[in-house]
């Protein structure tokens, strides 16, 4: 497994990375989930940046200021609802971490952390999403010399096996 991706058991507000990635909405003004965990620690400055920002389209990716979070900045992106696999949903899931790894070269960020974007209220399949979100990274990785460490974020037990799944390495 490269050395430089990690996965982590915690609360993505709480890390102190260039930029963490929030599970966005196309309106981008807030919601449940890792959205609105990550709206409620950045405070309200976050909310007026992205009112300025008038939505962001589903596997397009936008980046804010991180305000209260100890994060420098909050790289929004959006992912498609599972609609059963026949929609271009795993085409677009790849697109978000595609958007997020150009907005963080484009910034020059060095450390990312990612959660499992769509795999909640979404629906995306947890191993699907994990295997995409692996393959990009790699990708991304093997490109961009300035990342130094992605992370990714699990926040259930079926996500942490999901991604020792596609790391290559079963729990
Ligand atoms: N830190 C890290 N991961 C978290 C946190 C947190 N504080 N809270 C939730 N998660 C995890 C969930 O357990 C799931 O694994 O983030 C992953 C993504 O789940 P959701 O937040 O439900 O995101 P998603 O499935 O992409 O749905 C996005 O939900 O909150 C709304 O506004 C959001 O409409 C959008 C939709």
Not at 11 to 18: E, G, Q, S
Request: hydrophobic residues 40%; charged residues 25%.
């Amino acid at each position: 497994m490269d050395e430089r991706i990690q996965l982590l058991d915690t609360d993505i507000t709480m890390l102190a990375v260039d930029a963490i990635v929030n599970a966005a909405n196309n309106s981008l003004l807030g919601g449940g989930g890792v959205d609105g965990a990550i709206h409620r620690s950045a405070g309200p400055g976050l909310l007026e940046e992205c009112r300025q920002l008038h939505g962001c389209p589903t596997g397009d990716a936008r980046i804010t200021k991180g305000y209260d979070l100890p994060a420098r900045y909050v790289i929004h992106s959006v992912g498609p609802v599972w609609q059963g696999g026949r929609a271009g949903e795993e085409e677009l899931l790849a697109d978000c971490y595609r958007s997020c790894f150009r907005l963080a070269a484009e910034h020059g960020l060095q450390t990312l952390a990612f959660p499992a974007i769509s795999t909640g209220v979404y629906g995306f399949p947890k191993k699907k999403a994990a295997a995409i979100a692996v393959r990009q990274t790699r990708r991304a990785l093997a490109t961009n010399s300035s990342l130094e460490r992605v992370i990714f974020v699990c926040f259930n037990r079926e996500t942490r096996e999901a991604y020792a799944e596609a790391l290559g390495q079963r729990e």
